[in-house]
């Protein structure tokens, strides 16, 4: 598959994070977050190539792992958000093919569309308003709570969050909203776990919510298992 040629591009955000570089540190920082969209987290020679020999300034804007690679933790995020909206279209767009197929077929495949049902009650019951006044602040401070020096907010980590309570209600085939204490209880237990786990305790919500369902499956297992029918999954989510 070819690589992503684009990725959102705050332009608001960007001016005010370079108020305090010069315009050759300017071409610096975007020549490296363009290389970094391009290829991932640069080595040291990737660098010098670009740029040949970076600021301080700039610097301070990337991170280093373990490797030795830096990278901008704003643009890995908004690549992997990009990657995320791009593949939920997929699925969508193969969900609307099955779903055209499945009414010739449904004698044979009814059990085949269990999830597919559980999830579109689960998104019409799901209203937005609803779900930003009484779902999405309450999730953030649960996650605060276990995980204090987290810099994010309800508006940045809105969509990660209504991604993480979508999916915890597909779990247990409950409604969202009606349900939330149940959504609650069970993302406390799970902000509480990710607190104490060495990698995701440092990763942002977008990261967390991309991870969800290993992380879940490790928490009522204690490995990676699918967590089976229906049942089997309201049960996992009343006993995490």
Request: include cysteine.
């Given at each position: 598959?070819?690589?992503?040629?684009?990725?959102?591009?705050?332009?608001?955000?960007?001016?005010?994070?370079?108020?305090?570089?010069?315009?050759?540190?300017?071409?610096?920082?975007?020549?490296?977050?363009?290389?970094?969209?391009?290829?991932?987290?640069?080595?040291?020679?990737?660098?010098?190539?670009?740029?040949?020999?970076?600021?301080?300034?700039?610097?301070?804007?990337?991170?280093?792992?373990?490797?030795?690679?830096?990278?901008?933790?704003?643009?890995?995020?908004?690549?992997?958000?990009?990657?995320?909206?791009?593949?939920?279209?997929?699925?969508?767009?193969?969900?609307?093919?099955?779903?055209?197929?499945?009414?010739?077929?449904?004698?044979?495949?009814?059990?085949?569309?269990?999830?597919?049902?559980?999830?579109?009650?689960?998104?019409?019951?799901?209203?937005?308003?609803?779900?930003?006044?009484?779902?999405?602040?309450?999730?953030?401070?649960?996650?605060?709570?276990?995980?204090?020096?987290?810099?994010?907010?309800?508006?940045?980590?809105?969509?990660?969050?209504?991604?993480?309570?979508?999916?915890?209600?597909?779990?247990?085939?409950?409604?969202?909203?009606?349900?939330?204490?149940?959504?609650?209880?069970?993302?406390?237990?799970?902000?509480?776990?990710?607190?104490?786990?060495?990698?995701?305790c440092q990763k942002t919500l977008l990261t967390i919510s991309n991870h969800i369902?290993?992380i879940a499956q490790t928490s009522v297992h204690g490995k990676k298992q699918k967590?089976?029918?229906?049942?089997?999954?309201?049960?996992?989510?009343?006993?995490?």
């Amino acid at each position: 598959m070819a690589k992503d040629p684009a990725v959102l591009f705050y332009t608001s955000d960007f001016l005010s994070g370079v108020a305090d570089l010069t315009m050759e540190e300017r071409g610096q920082y975007i020549t490296l977050l363009c290389l970094q969209h391009q290829k991932g987290r640069l080595p040291e020679k990737s660098v010098k190539l670009a740029v040949n020999t970076i600021s301080q300034d700039v610097l301070k804007k990337f991170k280093k792992d373990e490797d030795g690679n830096i990278y901008n933790l704003r643009m890995e995020e908004e690549t992997a958000r990009r990657i995320a909206y791009s593949e939920s279209r997929k699925k969508n767009r193969k969900g609307n093919i099955s779903k055209s197929y499945d009414k010739d077929m449904s004698s044979h495949m009814s059990s085949h569309m269990e999830n597919e049902t559980e999830n579109e009650n689960i998104n019409k019951s799901l209203n937005e308003n609803e779900a930003k006044n009484l779902l999405i602040p309450k999730m953030f401070s649960l996650f605060k709570t276990h995980n204090p020096t987290y810099l994010g907010s309800v508006e940045h980590d809105y969509k990660p969050l209504m991604s993480i309570a979508r999916f915890l209600a597909g779990q247990g085939n409950i409604d969202p909203i009606k349900d939330k204490e149940q959504i609650f209880e069970v993302w406390e237990l799970l902000s509480e776990k990710i607190s104490k786990d060495n990698f995701y305790c440092q990763k942002t919500l977008l990261t967390i919510s991309n991870h969800i369902q290993s992380i879940a499956q490790t928490s009522v297992h204690g490995k990676k298992q699918k967590l089976g029918t229906s049942a089997a999954r309201t049960e996992a989510i009343r006993n995490w």
